[in-house]
């Protein structure tokens, strides 16, 4: 098994290109998740997945829109990139039944100028 | 949700147990202890978890207090792989949003 993978794993954008973060598991878990990391500092939700067909906001939603493509796969959209949103970018998911482990893919790091 | 504090960042000796302490006074009945670690660059990883009871698993062991406003992760032999950021959460029963505060980094020395 892969767990959870993420595409690009780094990327460089100039201030409004718009660009889709990939991410894909291969665990059949139900629910996905997004993730930011600012250097020194923890991990803030972005959108989550509870099920495949649902997805709700999470803590800094704004500038970001999220697609659950199918149970597999959750992608996350920026529309207009701004410079606030240079950080690393994590995707997550789990099994309803281990709802406490969350497994997380290697990151996107992204750079907007 | 109950808030968690931890000290910044702590050293210990390889072979050496680490011990590191978190406060969350405010926990309620119905909410678990997580403890997650980070690793330079790679994403969190799970690694205990726990309610009341103490727990042990094949990476570490959780104790918490008997009042639960207070817990301790331990691993047993710390190794130099052990070095990463390590984070307590709490959260109530299978609320899955999880709230990364910034942890601790624990240093493992040689």
């Known amino acids: 098994n892969a767990g959870v993978t993420q595409t690009p794993k780094f990327q460089v954008l100039k201030t409004g290109q718009s660009m889709t973060l990939q991410c894909a598991q291969d665990?059949?878990?139900?629910?996905m998740y997004w993730y930011r990391q600012d250097p020194g500092m923890g991990l803030r939700l972005i959108y989550y997945?509870?099920?495949?067909?649902?997805?709700d906001k999470g803590e800094v939603p704004n500038g970001y829109n999220v697609s659950r493509l199918n149970k597999r796969e959750f992608s996350l959209r920026l529309e207009s990139a701004a410079p606030s949103q240079t950080s690393v970018y994590f995707c997550?998911?789990?099994?309803?039944?281990?709802?406490?482990?969350?497994?997380f893919g290697p990151g996107t790091r992204l750079t907007v100028t | 949700d109950a808030k968690t504090t931890q000290p910044t960042s702590m050293d210990c000796a390889e072979g050496r147990a680490a011990n590191l302490p978190c406060n969350h006074s405010t926990i309620s009945g119905n909410e678990y202890v997580y403890w997650y670690r980070q690793i330079h660059s790679q994403g969190p990883q799970y690694i205990i978890h726990?309610?009341?009871n103490n727990e042990t698993n094949e990476m570490a062991s959780l104790i918490i207090t008997e009042d639960r406003k207070s817990s301790t992760l331990i691993l047993p032999h710390a190794t130099l792989r052990d070095t990463a950021v390590y984070y307590c959460?709490?959260?109530?029963?299978?609320?899955?949003?999880?709230?990364f505060g910034k942890g601790t980094l624990l240093t493992v020395n040689p």
């Open positions: 997945s509870a099920s495949e067909g649902t997805t």
């Open positions: 959460i709490v959260r109530g029963g299978s609320n899955y949003k999880l709230t």
């Open positions: 726990g309610l009341k």
């Open positions: 665990m059949n878990h139900n629910s």
């Open positions: 997550a998911s789990t099994d309803p039944d281990r709802f406490y482990e969350q497994y």
